[in-house]
């Protein structure tokens, strides 16, 4: 199997082998997730809207942004929840106003073709949507921000500081079209599987963009015309837990 963002090339037996161990199952990243997600303690998720009281059961989706973009579902039986990996990071991205309409034609020329979510919604998507506000003139470049940027590092965890941290306004704006985008395709989620159990955020960056998060969530997550009584019902949380898809993964193998 060939990573998307990593450049390994993974085989079950070859690991088998190498490991010394009878059986080795390879989970998608976001599979490994959502069964991480059945087995957090309270303590270790945000709730970002309560939705229904009492809570409801029924599909989960699980939507990450850290490197890349996962989604997948926990379909619910009746009984238990099943994980169903999927790709929908790479499905196409949809602008829903003229502001986002605006990176998607910046970064249709800047790739030569398909935009996909993972683009824009992601560590390197962050940085993304600031060159290109950037670029486009929404706000002048700080001096500050300008000079770390160039001193190497994390581009995006820089951007990110800046704007939790100092206030600064070109980043501030990144940050908070990427939450739109964060809570609009939570919401397509949502819509696209009925997820009356709730959906989960995962991945490295919710946790570290909480406060922004829980400042521009809610509205754009309801805004769905006709089905936004149907969204408000359904209960967003954030994982906390940095090793959800390790606690998924392991849970998996106690059962193989």
């Not at 209960?235 to 998924?248: D, F, Q």
Request: glycine share 10%; proline share 6%.
């Amino acid at each position: 199997m060939q990573t998307t963002n990593l450049p390994w090339l993974l085989d079950e037996r070859e690991l088998a082998s190498k490991l010394g161990t009878p059986r080795v199952k390879l989970l998608n990243d976001l599979e490994a997730t959502a069964y991480g997600m059945l087995q957090l303690p309270a303590a270790d998720v945000a709730c970002l809207r309560p939705g229904a009281s009492p809570a409801r059961s029924g599909h989960i989706a699980v939507i990450a942004a850290g490197t890349g973009l996962g989604e997948a579902y926990l379909f619910w039986d009746g009984h238990d929840h099943h994980p169903v990996a999927s790709e929908g990071g790479h499905a196409d991205f949809a602008p829903r106003t003229d502001v986002e309409i605006g990176p998607l034609r910046w970064l249709r020329e800047k790739l030569g073709g398909h935009v996909s979510y993972e683009r824009v919604l992601s560590g390197p998507g962050l940085f993304r949507v600031y060159e290109y506000l950037r670029d486009s003139g929404a706000a002048p470049e700080s001096a500050a921000l300008k000079s770390e940027l160039q001193s190497g590092g994390d581009p995006s965890a820089a951007v990110s500081r800046a704007a939790l941290e100092r206030g600064d306004a070109l980043a501030t704006q990144a940050l908070d079209l990427l939450c739109e985008l964060y809570r609009a395709e939570a919401g397509n989620m949502a819509l696209r599987c009925l997820t009356s159990g709730g959906i989960y955020l995962g991945g490295g960056i919710a946790p570290k963009i909480l406060p922004a998060l829980r400042r521009r969530f809610v509205r754009g997550y309801l805004d769905k015309g006709r089905f936004a009584a149907l969204l408000r019902d359904i209960p967003v949380h954030v994982s906390l837990e940095p090793r959800t898809a390790l606690l998924g993964a392991a849970h998996f193998a106690v059962r193989l």
